[in-house]
């Protein structure tokens, strides 16, 4: 026996009369999607010419990406989808502190982890470092461009996208689904070829890591500390799964490819999955097989 809380989505249909079909809905919002990066990009840049420092272009980037996603994806989920904002899985950030804490000292460890373990094996060795008068300040700017993309692509992905097509499909298609889209992102500022297929495997594991934290807590806020401080802690000391920073805090010789560290990468992301799923099922037996609670959230416990 198994009793579930809300409704099974593997066989729910999620177009509904006056309203876009889900294709049409998930193409045009990843189009403007990409049209609030480059405004955002345009406004930086603009910034910049007109002679004010990087940092302070940087924080308007950040903050009218953020602010531009989420009015885009507001927009997107009240009037186009016409479902309760609370999908999304943003609840109160005072009410989710703990989380942001925790994704937080989680993202920090695993970049500490695979700079420490190539670190450990010579496959890098630290060649120079900031000087004094720029180190502040690339700090600052490292956090803001990983706040940005953190929270952004945590929206996009495991928030907007996630949510509807898992309320039409079985999970593990979304998941797919919206695993490959993440992964598209990325690649396209790596190109193909080996290092492309490695990139991919370690992006494509990232995406479970993350999609299995909100499934779990039924928020994105553990996911977004994750990401924000794993890429704010990869640019700082050289790793190259941040592909967007061309600054860091140390400067990085290599005895090996980057292929080689993002298969390790891969591996630790993986490790991390097979110990968060054994701790939650040690708390409470799941599956993969969503479903969704009164709320139209998914959750990715069932209990059995």
Sequence with gaps: MSSETGL???????????RLALFWRLVTYLFLFIVVNLLANLARVGLQALGLTSLISRLVFTLVYIGGVLGLTYVYRHFIDRKPWSGIALPPLNERLPDVTAGLAFGVLVAGIVFGGEYAIQWIRVVGSADSATLLALLVDSLFLSLAFGVCEEICVRGYLLQNLGEGRPVWQAILITGVIFGAFHLLTVGLGVRGLSFSLFILLL???????????????????FHT????????????????????????????????EDLLSAAVVGLGILLFMNWAWRRQPFTWRATLAEDGQLVGIRVH
């Design 8 to 18: 099974s989505i593997g066989s729910a249909s999620t177009t509904q009369p006056h």
């Design 207 to 225: 995406h479970v890591l993350l999609v299995l934290t909100r499934l779990l807590t039924r928020s994105l806020w553990v996911a977004i500390g």
């Design 229 to 260: 401080a794993f890429d704010w802690a990869a640019i700082n000391v050289g790793l190259g799964s941040v592909v967007l920073a061309d600054q860091h805090l140390l400067q990085i010789g290599r005895t090996v490819s980057l292929t080689a």
